[in-house]
Antibody, heavy 116, light 107 residues
Framework: EVHLVESGGDLVQPGGSLRLSCAASGFTISNHDMNWVRQTPGKGLEWVGYISRSAETMYYADSVKGRFTISRDNAKKSLYLQMNSLRADDTAVYYC?????????WGQGTLVTVSS | EIVLTQSPGTLSLSPGERATLSCRASQSVGSNLAWYQQKPGQAPRFLIYGASSRATGIPDRFSGGGSGTDFTLTISSLEPDDFAVYYCQQYANTPRTFGRGTKVEIK
């Protein structure tokens, strides 16, 4: 059974940094592209970024480009989201997702709150 | 960026009734559309890809249709477990985008 567990969400001040992790189990992560998607009550579901299975290709939403970096360690079965220069509008639940086009499997999400 | 508009915002129906949800794209996405179901406090659950193909384990009371800019998700006979929020998502272009959702509530 596919299992994704995000961690690292926290309360952080504007301008701060945070690194989210996603631990994968129940499937071979190196065979799958991955994404991060975030959700807020106000803006709904927003795609954050994509990383190919071998980490050769990454794409980002314009809203996070230059501030967020997606990486992965297939040997550790893990996906990461490095978030820098955080802003209040980055406050959201962040989901780790298996899938390249549609989003097959979702983690339970981790809450990031950006506030002073 | 492709904008997806879902309607209605809320659908009030009784168990056993048929639900028809709409998703309209601001430009053609071909058949590159997916649907998800989300219940309170849970992550979205993948239902449909390719506009009309059900994901593994999804009951056949869920069906998707359409192509180009107009899509529908139909639940043929609502079960108590189906009352939730439904989202469409396009993967024709980057950025991937979602609709704002349709809430299916018990009447």
């Amino acid at each position: 059974e596919v299992h994704l567990v995000e961690s690292g969400g926290d309360l952080v001040q504007p301008g701060g940094s945070l690194r989210l992790s996603c631990a994968a189990s129940g499937f071979t992560i190196s065979n799958h592209d991955m994404n991060w998607v975030r959700q807020t009550p106000g803006k709904g579901l927003e795609w954050v970024g994509y990383i190919s299975r071998s980490a050769e290709t990454m794409y980002y939403a314009d809203s996070v480009k230059g501030r967020f970096t997606i990486s992965r360690d297939n040997a550790k079965k893990s996906l990461y989201l490095q978030m820098n220069s955080l802003r209040a509008d980055d406050t959201a639940v962040y989901y780790c997702i298996v899938g390249g086009y549609w989003f097959d499997y979702w983690g339970q999400g981790t809450l990031v709150t950006v506030s002073s | 960026e492709i904008v997806l508009t879902q309607s209605p915002g809320t659908l009030s129906l009784s168990p056993g009734e048929r639900a028809t949800l709409s998703c309209r794209a601001s430009q053609s996405v071909g058949s590159n559309l997916a649907w998800y179901q989300q219940k309170p406090g849970q992550a979205p659950r993948f239902l449909i890809y390719g506009a009309s193909s059900r994901a593994t384990g999804i009951p056949d009371r869920f069906s998707g249709g359409g192509s180009g800019t107009d899509f529908t998700l139909t639940i043929s006979s609502l079960e108590p477990d189906d009352f939730a929020v439904y989202y469409c998502q396009q993967y024709a272009n980057t950025p991937r985008t979602f609709g704002r959702g349709t809430k299916v509530e018990i009447k």
